[in-house]
């Protein structure tokens, strides 16, 4: 046979000089695989591999891993720090001293004349935990302001606000290795394969071996979808209606575990019955799967022995994103799957170290998870601390989706943003810059220095990226796993740890308190404030977490090699150890389709793609799967709508419009779009974002709008150059 590469030029694989191999963890993604970059004689980080005997990913990487090394020499990087001094409308390259002392002194001057809350810091699921631990110590030692919060609430404050209901504290109980033991895995709202491939690659290697039933619940007909045995086309926003039926099915036809109900949960009689009101035939009508679908789905999970759930934001990012995470503890509880192989809640994580905020951060609460509500809590931590216990507010204070309304309504007049970027993440975001233009102090801390938030900061700080500085993150298993320093920052870039603890020592109020300068020696004060709580380090350092490929919490004297599992043991985290199966009734609370916006409009993400690109979009090896904006549009509706393939159209919502190419596929139905949330400018701007009433989190998917076609192809794609879309 005389095809294939035979009688061609041999293939030469370019070599490239590694002089060291480098231990670092991803920093995109929550799988948390750990990665090896090589690194050059001239001390260049040349490409990377993953690790072939880490646990997590066993030597994979997806394509934002493999090509991550490349951020180091992205353009835009931020190199010095920015201060807008005698002209606003122009930045001068300052000293760090110089910005630091404006910072403080702004600080300062904010809250002495509007009170201590009018400063506001929102940060990110993106830096170290030890930066995390250290930002907290300075926001409620030292600035001591309440409205401190996270992008988190975005993310997963969902998930930890279902789980503090539930189980009496945030941390998800299962782990990747459950896919090896489980009898179902149902997965509700997660696109794993685009967005975790590698958790998705663990899964499928388990599948091909075992071939266990796997239930997608997603409108949209994603990759996970495509490989699913049932793929449940659900009505957006439902999600908590099937969950009812289905332990109405379970509960009905006997297959609860009656023991685990009795022995480990309060509030059966309650829940039991609410959920006898909702009947597969019931919920059918509110969710669009047939009566007869949900009887099956229910009983191969009820059947299953053990059962799994996964989640992730078509889940978090509803008006019902707590009541969602709640329902999926409820059906597991009753059937006895928490903590056992195979049988568990597990809620995927986002960001690469969102695990870690919550740990330590004191966003929500206090170190180790500890309660602001709690006085021993507030006593342990001040004493810990060297602040006085009374500093402390008794309960926590606006989260980041609150904060920009009080903005807007002159209640905050200062803030400070460190590794997030709402003009573009935030929902309704026209809104968003004119928000942060009322400010009268604004301070960005981020990698680069195009961030869009730049354009309205009075002052910018320069930060160190993944990679070019040592900490730790956590993943969706709370496995801990160390990323090491590869390379220097660029320019006069420091890491975020630096800049808490230079501005720490900018306030008199810091006095009594001493800041670890050290990454070790930041990890090892965390190993202490966490000893004997649920997220226990005191067993874990650097070199045991590097050689064991990570660690998962807890991890002390009695797990010395940390635990897969928690509450395997049916003790939960609540006084009399019981969990608490509450009832959920389904409120339609959002937007809906109707004349003049007949479209749902669903967002998210794609595999190519980080967030708002600001890494990702720089590096060519992914940007070029898409560059431009587009939606998703079923072939039927563009017929109707008179739109052809790779046409711009203008989406247009009761908030604003963008312009999108449009992509046909029916991998969306007739009714909805899909637009992915990594432009500028784009679909933000149309998301109304209404919020969950627990958690504050935005409902992301859940939005309407109709489309007009555009005559002129050229003016569109003028105005979205204009609009800086691409
Ligand atoms: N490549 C890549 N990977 C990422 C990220 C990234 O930006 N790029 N970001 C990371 C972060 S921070 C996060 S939070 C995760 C997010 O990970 P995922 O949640 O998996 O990703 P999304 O695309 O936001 O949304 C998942 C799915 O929810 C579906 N959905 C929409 N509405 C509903 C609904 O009402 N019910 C149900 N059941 N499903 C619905 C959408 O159709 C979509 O397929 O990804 C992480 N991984
Ligand atoms: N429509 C729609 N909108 C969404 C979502 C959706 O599904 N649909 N998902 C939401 C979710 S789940 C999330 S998590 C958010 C994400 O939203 P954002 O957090 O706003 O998005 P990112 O682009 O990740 O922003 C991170 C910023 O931190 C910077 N950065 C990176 N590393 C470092 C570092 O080490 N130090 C510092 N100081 N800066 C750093 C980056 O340059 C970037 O500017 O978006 C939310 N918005
Ligand atoms: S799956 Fe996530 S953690 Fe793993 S390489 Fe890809 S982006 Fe990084
Ligand atoms: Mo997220």
Redesign the pocket.
Known sequence: MLFGRRFKNEIQLPVKPVEKWVYTTC?YCSTGCSIEVGVNQAGKAVTARGVADADVNRGKLCLKGIYEYEVFESENRGTTPLLRKDRPDLFTETTWDEALNRTASEIGRIQALYGRDSFAIVS????YTEEFYTLGKLARGVIRTNNYDG??T??MASAVSGYKRSFGSDGPPGCYDDFEHTGCLLAIGSNLPEQHPIIYYRLKEAYDRRRFPIIVVDPRVTMFAQMADIHLPIKPGTDLVLLNAMAHVILEEGLADQDYIKFHTNGFEAFGSLVAQYSPEMAEKVCGISAKMIRKVARIYGDAGAAMTIWT?GI??STHGSDGVVAINNLNLITGNIGKPGGTSLSIT??CN?MGTREFSSCSGLPGYRLLENAEDRAFTSQFWGVEAHHFPEKRGLTETDIFPAIERGEIKGLWL?????M????DSTKIRKILNQLEFLVV????AN?ETVESAHVYLP????GE?TGVFTNTERRVNVVRKVVEPPGDAKP?LWIFIELAKRFDRAKGMTFAESPAEVFDEMRSVSKGRLCDYSGMSYEKIEKNRGIQWPCNEQNINGSQRIYADGVFQFPDGKAKLIPLPFVENYEMPDEDYPFWLN???LVEH??????TGKIGNLNKFSPTPFMEINPKTAKKLGIQAMEFVRVISRRSSAIVLAQLTERVSEDAIFIP?HYYNC??RL?KGELDPYSRQPA??QSTVRIDKLMDQDEAEKSLLELRSY
């Open positions: 920093g990110t699921g993106q830096i992008n988190t975005l993310c934001m978090n990012q986002g960001q969102a460190i590794g997030t970027n709402p573009t993440s935030m929902p801390q981020d990698a680069y961030v930060a160190a990226l993944w500085k975020d967002t998210g993400r980080w967030h708002t690109r600001t890494k949330m679909v933000n998301v992301y998917k």
